[in-house]
T-cell receptor, first 115, second 116 residues
Framework: EAQVTQNPRYLITVTGKKLTVTCSQNMNHEYMSWYRQDPGLGLRQIYYSMNVEVTDKGDVPEGYKVSRKEKRNFPLILESPSPNQTSLYFC??????????????FGPGTRLLVL | GENVEQHPSTLSVQEGDSAVIKCTYSDSASNYFPWYKQELGKRPQLIIDIRSNVGEKKDQRIAVTLNKTAKHFSLHITETQPEDSAVYFCAASIHDGYSSASKIIFGSGTRLSIRP
């Protein structure tokens, strides 16, 4: 089954404790992206990647890191989480030929609470 | 910076009536405009999209119109049904001038409620 998976689905942590949220897709998509969703603000893009070893900042990259060592995986890293990073996070992938965004398929979301 | 504005933030319509959600965008180079539907507790899912070389696209009860001159696009849902109740997001592609990749800017969402 074609899908985007994220883990963990729920996470409670404390300020400053490094964490990683994994994202994997099995559709051989080139374009992958991370979003955060906050009430009243919609979905805001954190980072995106058009292919292996190519990543770019979205609208709200501060406090986040990503890597794209393999085509299928795009982990989101919070080196030193802070309470303002409490949010619902979505990973998404798209066929993305020549860097163009097409239909994005979203993962199930990761709800993060930073105390 | 680039942005996408979406109105209204909430919309309540009688079952069977039409619903219209409007978005404006700032980057005249935007060329891809998707609409996503997000049901409560679920992930966003694409319902329709349009590219800049087309003025209108229709899929059963859903249609999207695009006015590139005015930089606005709209979602139209006709004969609304209870299962149309959800949050709807518009979005526009922004081409990154430093690379060949596109990023996506989303509107803030419209919560649509269908009254029985």
């Amino acid at each position: 089954e074609a899908q985007v998976t994220q883990n963990p689905r729920y996470l409670i942590t404390v300020t400053g404790k490094k964490l990683t949220v994994t994202c994997s897709q099995n559709m051989n998509h080139e374009y992958m992206s991370w979003y955060r969703q906050d009430p009243g603000l919609g979905l805001r893009q954190i980072y995106y990647s058009m292919n292996v070893e190519v990543t770019d900042k979205g609208d709200v990259p501060e406090g986040y890191k990503v890597s794209r060592k393999e085509k299928r995986n795009f982990p989101l890293i919070l080196e030193s989480p802070s309470p303002n990073q409490t949010s619902l996070y979505f990973c998404a992938s798209s066929l993305g030929l020549a860097g163009e965004v097409e239909t994005q398929y979203f993962g199930p979301g990761t709800r993060l609470l930073v105390l | 910076g680039e942005n996408v504005e979406q109105h209204p933030s909430t919309l309540s319509v009688q079952e069977g009536d039409s619903a219209v959600i409007k978005c404006t965008y700032s980057d005249s180079a935007s060329n891809y405009f998707p609409w996503y539907k997000q049901e409560l507790g679920k992930r966003p899912q694409l319902i329709i999209d349009i590219r800049s070389n087309v003025g209108e696209k229709k899929d059963q009860r859903i249609a999207v119109t695009l006015n590139k001159t005015a930089k606005h696009f709209s979602l139209h849902i006709t004969e609304t049904q209870p299962e149309d109740s959800a949050v709807y997001f518009c979005a526009a592609s922004i081409h990154d001038g430093y690379s060949s990749a596109s990023k996506i800017i989303f509107g803030s969402g419209t919560r649509l409620s269908i009254r029985p």
